[in-house]
């Protein structure tokens, strides 16, 4: 997947051979040009990447891997906020409990972050207030 802020993002897929093809129709994958930064990661464990991607001044966005070359947007039922001005996003597991979380960081001035803790049933649930995390950048880590 290729971001690029003002310019349409592309999703590309490997046939092999140092061969790509652009794939976004044929995967259900419609995002706007605003497009931030994204992730991959297996959110659900059905032994599929998922991706997660943000926009600025749009909706972030789940796309739920369905067959392995074909995505559904999940965002709606899944609980992720689409109020925008997201500046970046990373997986990470917040809690320990072997499922990937999500932090969202937000414009300075907007909006405020968002951490999404997997709820395991292919929903999340924004505990940001409560964590207090403010910062407009994410990385995440073992101590």
């Not at 369905?66 to 990373?90: H, K, L, Q």
Request: proline share 3%; glycine share 12%.
């Amino acid at each position: 997947f290729f971001e690029n802020f003002g310019s349409p993002s592309r999703l590309f897929r490997n046939e092999g051979n140092r061969r790509f093809v652009f794939a976004n129709s044929d995967a259900n994958v419609n995002v706007s040009v605003l497009t931030q930064t994204c992730g991959w990661a297996d959110f659900n464990r059905d032994g599929t990447l998922d991706l997660f991607i943000d926009e600025d001044r749009g909706n972030n966005i789940l796309l739920k891997n369905t067959t392995g070359d074909r995505f559904e947007n999940i965002s709606a039922t899944a609980g992720v906020p689409t109020n925008g001005n997201s500046y970046g996003m990373s997986w990470g597991d917040f809690n320990n409990d072997g499922l990937p979380d999500v932090f969202i960081a937000t414009c300075p001035g907007g909006n405020e972050n968002h951490l999404l803790v997997n709820n395991g049933n292919e929903t999340f649930t924004n505990i940001a207030a409560t964590a207090g995390v403010n910062d407009r950048s994410s990385s995440w880590g073992n101590i």
